[in-house]
Each structure stands twice: as C-alpha cells, then as structure tokens.
C-alpha cells in the first residue's frame, strides 16, 4: 500500500463518518500534512469535535478535548509542577497539550494568558513553565473551534494568533438528503451501542467501545512515520514558476490592492504576512497531492485560498459598515487576478 493510497483510504473512513462535511475533512488532512493548526468556526452540531476524534481513531496518535472557559488557566493545558512531600522535590504533571491531536474547543471563550499559552504551543512546538522548556510530540496539532452564534463574554482571537492557524475553516448545515443519511447512521451507532450493553449486562465478552465489525470498518490505523512520509511527499509536489508567481500575486496584491481595484483599496486595512504566503503554498500542494497529482495546478491554489487567507486579511471599518467579509475581497481578488 502507498502513502497516498493509505491517506485515501483514511479520507474515506471519514467521510463515511463525518457526513456532510467533507471540505472540514479535507482540511483536516492538509493541516495535518502541513504540520498545521486549523480553525474551525460553525454552529453547534455540526460534527466539529466528532471529525477530530474520528482522525484520531485513524491513526497511531492520542488525542485530548480541551473545553475553553473563561476561569481556565494556563496551568490547565500545560501542567504544573506537583509538590512531592516524601523527597520534598517538585515533579512535572504534563498537560493535555502533550497529545499529538488536541482539540480547543471554544478558544475565544479562554483569557488571554491561556490563548498566549496555546500559541507557544502551536508556532513553537513546546510549552514554557516557569525556567523550563518542554517539548511537544513530533507529530502535533491544534483544532481550535469557534461558535459564531454566541459573542457574549468571548475574548476575540489577537491577530498574532490568528495568523498561527495554518487555515480558517467555516462550516455550514448539510442539505436534507445529507441529514437524512446522518440521522441513519447515528441510529446505527446508537443500536450497535445498545447491543453491546445488552451484552454486557448478560456477561458476554463484548467491549463497550466496539466490536469486531467496528474494528474492520475502521480500518488499519496509520503511523506517525507513514505520516511524515506522506508529508515530504506533499512537499515535493512540483510547482511551475507561472503558478508560484499567481500564488504569489494573491498575498502581494492584499497589500497594495490598490494596484487593481479602488474598492479593496477602501476595504482592506492590512494584507496577509509572508506566512499566508507560506499557508498558501503548502495547502495548494497538500490538495494536488490528494487529488493524486503530482503537479500544483491554479485550481488548487483556488481551492484553498479562502481558507488560508482570510482570518489574514485585516478589514477597514468601512468594508464593516458596508457588510463586506473577507470572502467577498477574495472573491474579488479571484476575478481580477489572470489565472495562468
């Protein structure tokens, strides 16, 4: 089996499983390829956590659900140290934060110092407690999720942090025939799960979390080196000058966008930093290479754009009171710029 055959195959597992949401799928396996964090923004109940925990459940990784809170403290993700009376020393308890796949569910819920505590963790792989460092797993990434419904008593993300997800995923309702194929399958699970207590509570030998049929449709699960395989394969995905020069463009253009509309000059107040660049560049070979080539065409570059600029692009209040988003500028952008 081939790296890329074996990410296939996981990408299908998922969607059987996470019906309806199949570019929240997708970009969870580019962030994953890119070694990167994702920003998930929906309304609840929209399968947010159950992707996450279904990749974990695909691959050889441990996986740790954070609820945001207002009261919560940077002690509570990172660990603290722990006085151990018998030798009168201090040992380190490690925090959620040391799991491969976390997710931060709610992030603009947390205080500052818990968000500046998460975002060492996620642009430097480690976390700082008191004169010590220490590292994070080589196989390592952060979900955040926001409710877009709820503002009050939230602490909006800095923009320093917000340029540390690799992309910024909205999500929305499924269509009707999708619902209906969710309801199916969660009376599925529910029937199988009532199975197992029953056959548990008359003494059988059934595991609650699953049984045999669980475990085949769950296929084998992938490894941390088969991972970083499929990473540096991503990585050598080829890239014609005309198609870097139009990825390039993109960034460059949110910040002199008066180059080629008066109306992004009025809309925009800051463009993408060179790690929208960066963001772009690594997400548009992540797709080719999941579409099975080994080649980066404009349609990639297209495919990604929204999600990896546009928690990057920075609004006028002007382009607010006229109830212009990010996504209408990159649309813009879209048409204005020639596609090679």
Not at 101 to 109: K, M
Not at 249 to 271: M, N
Not at 283 to 297: G, I, K
Request: charged fraction near 25%.
């Amino acid at each position: 089996m081939t790296t890329l055959s074996a990410i296939d195959g996981l990408r299908q597992r998922l969607q059987q499983s996470i019906i309806g949401q199949e570019t929240l799928v997708d970009r969870l396996l580019i962030a994953l390829l890119c070694n990167g964090h994702l920003l998930v923004e929906g309304a609840p109940g929209l399968a947010k956590t159950r992707a996450i925990k279904e990749l974990a459940t695909g691959i050889e990784a441990d996986y740790q659900r954070i609820q945001f809170t207002p009261d919560l403290l940077p002690a509570d993700i990172t660990g603290t140290e722990i006085y151990r009376p018998a030798d009168g020393s201090f040992k380190f308890q490690h925090g959620p934060l040391f799991n491969n796949l976390v997710l931060a569910d709610e992030i603009n819920r947390a205080p500052a110092k818990v968000q500046s505590a998460l975002l060492e963790a996620m642009a430097e792989q480690q976390i700082s407690v008191g004169l010590k460092t220490y590292r994070l797993p080589a196989l390592f990434m952060v979900m955040a999720t926001q409710n877009p419904i709820e503002q009050e008593g939230t602490y909006p993300l800095p923009e320093a942090q917000l340029d540390r997800f690799l992309m910024h995923v909205r999500i929305d309702y499924p269509d009707a025939t999708r619902e209906r194929d969710i309801l199916r399958l969660v009376r599925e699970e529910n029937t199988r799960a009532a199975n197992a207590d029953l056959a548990v509570n008359a003494d059988q030998t059934v595991a609650i979390s699953g049984n045999d049929t669980d475990s085949e449709q769950a296929g084998e699960r992938l490894s941390a080196g088969l991972l970083f395989s499929a990473r540096q394969e991503v990585l050598n995905v080829y890239m014609a000058d005309d198609v870097e020069q139009y990825l390039l463009r993109f960034v460059t253009t949110t910040r002199d966008p008066a180059s080629v509309s008066p109306d992004l000059a009025r809309w925009i107040a800051f463009g993408a930093s060179p790690r929208g660049t960066i963001a772009l560049d690594a997400c548009a070979r992540a797709h080719a290479w999941l579409n099975q080539r080994d080649y980066v065409s404009p349609e990639d570059v297209q495919a990604v754009v929204h999600d990896t600029l546009r928690h990057r692009i920075l609004l006028s209040y002007e382009a607010e009171a006229d109830a212009i988003t990010t996504d209408t500028v990159i649309d813009q952008l879209l048409s204005y710029l020639a596609v090679p």
